[in-house]
Protein backbone atom coordinates (compact mmCIF):
# COMPACT_ATOMS: atom_id res chain seq x y z
CA UNK A 1 0.00 0.00 0.00
CA UNK A 2 1.21 3.34 -0.75
CA UNK A 3 2.62 5.24 2.00
CA UNK A 4 1.20 8.84 2.86
CA UNK A 5 3.67 10.79 0.92
CA UNK A 6 3.54 8.11 -1.77
CA UNK A 7 -0.14 8.94 -1.72
CA UNK A 8 0.42 12.46 -2.02
CA UNK A 9 2.55 12.86 -4.66
CA UNK A 10 0.74 10.51 -6.84
CA UNK A 11 -2.19 12.67 -6.58
CA UNK A 12 -0.57 15.66 -7.11
CA UNK A 13 1.11 14.16 -10.59
CA UNK A 14 -2.53 13.00 -11.44
CA UNK A 15 -4.01 16.48 -10.88
CA UNK A 16 -1.00 17.86 -13.00
CA UNK A 17 -1.44 14.83 -15.67
CA UNK A 18 -5.41 16.33 -15.92
CA UNK A 19 -3.92 19.88 -15.83
CA UNK A 20 -2.29 18.92 -18.85
CA UNK A 21 -5.38 17.90 -20.31
CA UNK A 22 -4.98 13.97 -19.51
CA UNK A 23 -8.37 12.65 -20.36
CA UNK A 24 -7.44 8.84 -20.49
CA UNK A 25 -5.82 6.50 -18.48
CA UNK A 26 -3.23 4.69 -20.64
CA UNK A 27 -4.29 1.16 -21.20
CA UNK A 28 -1.72 -2.16 -21.30
CA UNK A 29 -2.58 -2.51 -24.84
CA UNK A 30 -3.36 0.15 -27.75
CA UNK A 31 -6.69 0.81 -28.53
CA UNK A 32 -7.32 -0.02 -32.04
CA UNK A 33 -7.09 2.75 -34.67
CA UNK A 34 -10.56 3.52 -35.45
CA UNK A 35 -10.91 4.26 -31.49
CA UNK A 36 -8.25 6.99 -30.84
CA UNK A 37 -9.78 10.25 -31.39
CA UNK A 38 -8.33 13.41 -33.04
CA UNK A 39 -5.58 14.87 -31.08
CA UNK A 40 -7.31 18.39 -29.82
CA UNK A 41 -6.13 21.38 -31.82
CA UNK A 42 -2.60 22.80 -30.83
CA UNK A 43 -3.07 26.24 -28.87
CA UNK A 44 -3.28 29.96 -30.24
CA UNK A 45 0.65 30.47 -29.53
CA UNK A 46 0.73 33.44 -27.09
CA UNK A 47 3.30 35.83 -25.50
CA UNK A 48 6.00 34.14 -24.42
CA UNK A 49 9.93 33.00 -25.29
CA UNK A 50 11.43 30.32 -26.98
CA UNK A 51 14.14 28.98 -24.39
CA UNK A 52 17.40 30.49 -24.65
CA UNK A 53 19.74 27.86 -25.56
CA UNK A 54 23.35 27.87 -25.12
CA UNK A 55 25.54 30.58 -24.62
CA UNK A 56 23.09 33.52 -24.53
CA UNK A 57 25.07 36.59 -23.51
CA UNK A 58 24.03 37.69 -20.33
CA UNK A 59 22.26 41.16 -19.41
CA UNK A 60 24.25 43.96 -20.49
CA UNK A 61 24.55 46.45 -17.49
CA UNK A 62 25.55 49.72 -18.81
CA UNK A 63 25.06 52.96 -16.69
CA UNK A 64 22.23 54.58 -18.43
CA UNK A 65 20.62 58.18 -17.07
CA UNK A 66 17.57 56.30 -17.79
CA UNK A 67 19.08 53.25 -15.82
CA UNK A 68 20.34 55.48 -13.19
CA UNK A 69 16.82 57.06 -12.24
CA UNK A 70 15.39 53.77 -12.28
CA UNK A 71 17.77 52.63 -9.73
CA UNK A 72 17.07 55.84 -7.84
CA UNK A 73 13.96 55.53 -7.86
CA UNK A 74 13.64 51.46 -6.90
CA UNK A 75 15.76 52.53 -3.86
CA UNK A 76 13.90 55.34 -2.42
CA UNK A 77 10.66 52.81 -2.84
CA UNK A 78 10.26 51.44 1.25
CA UNK A 79 6.71 49.76 0.51
CA UNK A 80 5.40 47.67 -2.80
CA UNK A 81 2.96 50.81 -3.08
CA UNK A 82 5.61 52.98 -3.37
CA UNK A 83 7.37 50.96 -5.42
CA UNK A 84 4.33 51.09 -7.98
CA UNK A 85 3.95 54.54 -8.41
CA UNK A 86 7.51 54.97 -8.98
CA UNK A 87 7.61 52.72 -11.98
CA UNK A 88 4.13 54.08 -12.86
CA UNK A 89 5.65 57.48 -12.85
CA UNK A 90 9.13 56.32 -14.53
CA UNK A 91 9.35 57.88 -17.80
CA UNK A 92 12.50 56.21 -19.25
CA UNK A 93 10.74 53.69 -21.51
CA UNK A 94 9.11 54.10 -24.48
CA UNK A 95 7.34 50.74 -23.49
CA UNK A 96 5.20 52.89 -21.17
CA UNK A 97 3.71 55.20 -24.47
CA UNK A 98 2.17 51.76 -25.94
CA UNK A 99 0.87 50.02 -23.16
CA UNK A 100 -2.41 50.37 -22.10
CA UNK A 101 -1.53 49.58 -18.31
CA UNK A 102 1.42 49.05 -15.88
CA UNK A 103 1.30 45.44 -14.81
CA UNK A 104 2.89 45.23 -10.98
CA UNK A 105 2.01 42.16 -9.49
CA UNK A 106 -0.71 39.88 -8.54
CA UNK A 107 -1.17 37.37 -5.57
CA UNK A 108 -0.28 38.09 -1.97
CA UNK A 109 2.80 40.15 -1.23
CA UNK A 110 4.81 38.08 1.42
CA UNK A 111 3.82 34.76 -0.13
CA UNK A 112 6.36 31.84 0.52
CA UNK A 113 6.94 31.34 -3.40
CA UNK A 114 7.13 34.23 -5.66
CA UNK A 115 7.38 33.94 -9.98
CA UNK A 116 8.79 36.54 -12.50
CA UNK A 117 7.84 36.11 -15.76
CA UNK A 118 9.00 37.80 -18.98
CA UNK A 119 6.39 40.57 -19.88
CA UNK A 120 2.74 41.19 -19.82
CA UNK A 121 1.00 39.90 -22.98
CA UNK A 122 -2.48 41.63 -24.86
CA UNK A 123 -4.73 40.13 -21.66
CA UNK A 124 -2.63 41.20 -19.27
CA UNK A 125 -1.74 44.89 -20.24
CA UNK A 126 -5.98 44.88 -20.73
CA UNK A 127 -6.28 43.87 -17.39
CA UNK A 128 -3.64 45.07 -15.73
CA UNK A 129 -2.35 41.74 -14.11
CA UNK A 130 0.17 39.73 -14.60
CA UNK A 131 -0.06 36.04 -16.13
CA UNK A 132 -4.21 36.22 -17.35
CA UNK A 133 -4.42 34.91 -20.21
CA UNK A 134 -3.71 31.41 -21.54
CA UNK A 135 -0.35 30.86 -20.27
CA UNK A 136 -1.55 32.08 -16.88
CA UNK A 137 -4.65 29.75 -16.70
CA UNK A 138 -1.70 27.09 -17.09
CA UNK A 139 0.39 28.74 -14.75
CA UNK A 140 -2.23 28.83 -12.09
CA UNK A 141 -2.62 24.87 -12.65
CA UNK A 142 0.62 24.05 -12.74
CA UNK A 143 1.05 25.63 -9.30
CA UNK A 144 -2.40 24.50 -8.05
CA UNK A 145 -1.03 20.58 -8.93
CA UNK A 146 1.53 20.65 -5.90
CA UNK A 147 -1.14 23.32 -3.80
CA UNK A 148 0.04 26.65 -4.51
CA UNK A 149 -2.31 29.95 -5.71
CA UNK A 150 -2.69 33.15 -5.86
CA UNK A 151 -5.25 33.55 -3.21
CA UNK A 152 -3.05 32.60 -0.19
CA UNK A 153 0.33 31.55 -1.47
CA UNK A 154 1.87 32.58 -4.70
CA UNK A 155 3.19 36.19 -5.55
CA UNK A 156 3.43 37.22 -9.28
CA UNK A 157 5.23 39.55 -11.13
CA UNK A 158 7.14 39.93 -14.59
CA UNK A 159 10.57 41.51 -15.68
CA UNK A 160 8.47 44.12 -17.78
CA UNK A 161 5.73 45.68 -16.39
CA UNK A 162 4.53 47.07 -19.62
CA UNK A 163 4.04 45.10 -22.65
CA UNK A 164 6.20 45.27 -25.82
CA UNK A 165 4.63 46.24 -28.57
CA UNK A 166 3.35 43.05 -30.95
CA UNK A 167 4.60 40.38 -27.74
CA UNK A 168 7.91 40.82 -28.69
CA UNK A 169 10.75 39.53 -26.51
CA UNK A 170 12.07 42.02 -24.58
CA UNK A 171 15.47 43.71 -25.29
CA UNK A 172 18.77 43.17 -23.09
CA UNK A 173 18.39 46.82 -22.26
CA UNK A 174 14.66 46.85 -21.42
CA UNK A 175 15.42 43.81 -19.24
CA UNK A 176 18.33 45.75 -17.88
CA UNK A 177 16.87 49.19 -17.37
CA UNK A 178 14.00 47.64 -15.42
CA UNK A 179 15.56 45.24 -13.10
CA UNK A 180 16.73 47.64 -10.46
CA UNK A 181 12.45 47.72 -10.16
CA UNK A 182 12.25 44.07 -10.20
CA UNK A 183 15.21 43.45 -7.54
CA UNK A 184 13.45 45.92 -4.81
CA UNK A 185 9.70 44.17 -5.76
CA UNK A 186 11.82 41.23 -4.61
CA UNK A 187 13.22 42.42 -1.24
CA UNK A 188 9.71 44.45 -0.99
CA UNK A 189 7.80 41.18 -1.17
CA UNK A 190 10.40 38.73 0.75
CA UNK A 191 9.45 35.25 -1.05
CA UNK A 192 11.08 32.76 0.89
CA UNK A 193 11.96 31.21 -2.72
CA UNK A 194 11.42 32.28 -6.30
CA UNK A 195 10.49 31.14 -9.45
CA UNK A 196 11.66 32.09 -12.59
CA UNK A 197 9.49 31.51 -15.34
CA UNK A 198 11.65 31.25 -18.66
CA UNK A 199 14.61 32.33 -20.37
CA UNK A 200 14.18 36.53 -19.73
CA UNK A 201 13.51 36.02 -15.75
CA UNK A 202 16.10 33.84 -15.62
CA UNK A 203 18.74 35.52 -17.67
CA UNK A 204 17.90 38.72 -15.55
CA UNK A 205 17.61 37.55 -11.91
CA UNK A 206 20.48 35.15 -12.82
CA UNK A 207 22.69 37.03 -14.99
CA UNK A 208 23.71 34.32 -16.30
CA UNK A 209 25.28 33.12 -20.19
CA UNK A 210 23.29 30.30 -19.57
CA UNK A 211 19.98 29.25 -21.35
CA UNK A 212 16.94 28.16 -19.26
CA UNK A 213 16.82 24.58 -20.97
CA UNK A 214 20.65 24.49 -18.92
CA UNK A 215 19.29 26.43 -15.65
CA UNK A 216 16.34 24.93 -14.80
CA UNK A 217 15.96 21.88 -12.43
CA UNK A 218 18.36 23.08 -10.25
CA UNK A 219 18.55 26.02 -7.05
CA UNK A 220 20.21 28.94 -7.78
CA UNK A 221 21.27 31.49 -4.83
CA UNK A 222 20.42 34.95 -5.65
CA UNK A 223 22.04 38.22 -3.18
CA UNK A 224 18.69 40.60 -3.08
CA UNK A 225 17.78 40.51 0.18
CA UNK A 226 20.81 42.31 1.54
CA UNK A 227 22.27 39.88 4.23
CA UNK A 228 19.99 36.71 2.82
CA UNK A 229 20.75 34.59 0.07
CA UNK A 230 17.80 33.86 -1.75
CA UNK A 231 17.07 30.57 -3.64
CA UNK A 232 15.92 30.75 -7.28
CA UNK A 233 14.36 27.89 -9.48
CA UNK A 234 14.35 28.64 -13.30
CA UNK A 235 11.54 26.82 -14.96
CA UNK A 236 10.44 26.42 -18.67
CA UNK A 237 7.77 29.68 -19.16
CA UNK A 238 4.14 28.09 -19.72
CA UNK A 239 3.75 29.85 -22.92
CA UNK A 240 6.47 27.61 -24.08
CA UNK A 241 5.11 24.60 -22.72
CA UNK A 242 1.73 25.53 -24.87
CA UNK A 243 3.79 25.21 -27.79
CA UNK A 244 6.03 21.85 -26.47
CA UNK A 245 3.68 19.82 -24.33
CA UNK A 246 6.85 17.32 -24.37
CA UNK A 247 8.34 20.16 -21.89
CA UNK A 248 5.93 19.28 -19.67
CA UNK A 249 7.27 16.87 -17.92
CA UNK A 250 10.47 18.90 -16.95
CA UNK A 251 8.57 21.62 -15.64
CA UNK A 252 6.69 18.65 -13.99
CA UNK A 253 9.92 17.77 -12.11
CA UNK A 254 11.10 21.35 -11.30
CA UNK A 255 7.51 22.09 -9.61
CA UNK A 256 8.38 18.66 -7.63
CA UNK A 257 11.70 20.11 -6.31
CA UNK A 258 9.92 23.42 -5.46
CA UNK A 259 7.54 21.29 -3.54
CA UNK A 260 10.09 19.27 -1.96
CA UNK A 261 11.56 22.36 -0.95
CA UNK A 262 8.60 23.84 0.66
CA UNK A 263 7.76 20.85 2.76
CA UNK A 264 11.16 20.49 4.26
CA UNK A 265 11.66 23.77 4.73
CA UNK A 266 15.05 22.90 3.55
CA UNK A 267 15.70 25.31 0.76
CA UNK A 268 14.59 29.13 1.21
CA UNK A 269 16.46 32.15 2.49
CA UNK A 270 19.15 31.19 4.54
CA UNK A 271 21.25 34.07 6.73
CA UNK A 272 24.71 34.39 4.61
CA UNK A 273 27.34 32.67 6.87
N1 LIG B 1 3.87 35.88 -20.13
C1 LIG B 1 4.62 36.44 -19.15
O1 LIG B 1 5.82 36.21 -19.08
N2 LIG B 1 4.02 37.20 -18.27
C2 LIG B 1 2.72 37.46 -18.28
O2 LIG B 1 2.26 38.19 -17.40
C3 LIG B 1 1.97 36.86 -19.29
C4 LIG B 1 2.54 36.08 -20.22
Redesign the pocket.
Known amino acids: MASHSEHHALLASLRWQIAMGADEAILEEAAPRARRTAPPPAPAP???PEPVRGAAAPVARKATPHGEAAAALAEKASTLDELRDAMAGFTGSPLRETATNL?FGDGIPGAPVMVI?????AE?DRQGK??V?A??QLLDRMFASIGLNRAESLYIT?ILPFRPPGNRTPTDAEISLFLPFVLRHVALARPRLLVL??GVAAKGILQSREGITRLRGRWHQVSILGDKVLMAMPTL?P?YLLRNPIAKRDAWADLLMLQRAMNDGGIGAKEKP
Open positions: ERGVGEAPGEPFGSGNAGHA
